[in-house]
């Protein structure tokens, strides 16, 4: 239903992306998901075509402010939009709506035994470790997070992530810090 609902804007989306810059309109990388199943997640395109990554020393991907890979469209479509495609994913089984964010392939062979208790879910279009300050946490950081999702999750504690995902696709990302850590899953002990 969401897919239909937004396929104009998406239709919008995917032409901004091919005339505005070099190259397919989406990105597709392969991805663990559900019990470490492999799937290909999709996404707009929001860097030109051949930009190297950028890791850190826990192996994250970077994501570095006025990035001069990413193209014009692609620093509107970083708001969020760029996940929009994910819909699809969604509609053939491999994500659902709130959950861990889908990892690459290799870091599955970093996860601790606790870690690895992120893939008892499917992945998720937006996630609590996304909604809490996942860009300023590193990745162990996160996977706690998502781990301590996987222990709670619920309705509840998926409209609430829900809820804070607007507000953290615009940079409002401490409403997510302070209504989480204090009222929905007890994060307030977590060492960010």
């Not at 030109?48 to 192996?59: H, K, T, Y």
């Not at 089984?93 to 964010?101: E, F, N, Y």
């Not at 992120?118 to 990745?139: C, D, F, I, K």
């Amino acid at each position: 239903m969401g897919t239909v609902v937004l396929s104009p804007l998406l239709l919008v989306l995917a032409i901004l992306v091919k005339t505005t810059s070099p190259g397919p309109v989406f990105y597709i990388s392969d991805r663990l998901g559900h019990n470490g199943r492999a799937f290909r997640l999709i996404k707009f395109r929001s860097m030109r075509v051949n930009s190297p990554q950028i890791l850190g020393d826990d192996g994250k991907v970077l994501t570095i402010r006025n990035d001069l890979r990413v193209t014009p469209i692609g620093r509107f479509l970083r708001l969020g939009f760029d996940e929009l495609p994910q819909l699809f994913n969604i509609l053939a089984g491999s994500m659902t709506l709130v959950g861990p964010r889908p990892d690459v392939l290799w870091e599955l062979d970093r996860y601790t035994s606790r870690e690895r208790r992120r893939l008892e879910v499917y992945p998720g279009l937006t996630g609590l470790a996304q909604v809490v300050g996942g860009r300023e946490m590193n990745n162990a950081q996160n996977y706690e997070l998502d781990v301590r999702y996987v222990e709670n999750s619920g309705l509840m504690t998926d409209l609430f992530i829900l809820m804070l995902t607007l507000p953290y696709s615009f940079g409002a990302e401490k409403v997510g810090k302070i209504v989480l850590r204090r009222f929905l899953v007890g994060l307030d002990n977590l060492n960010t």
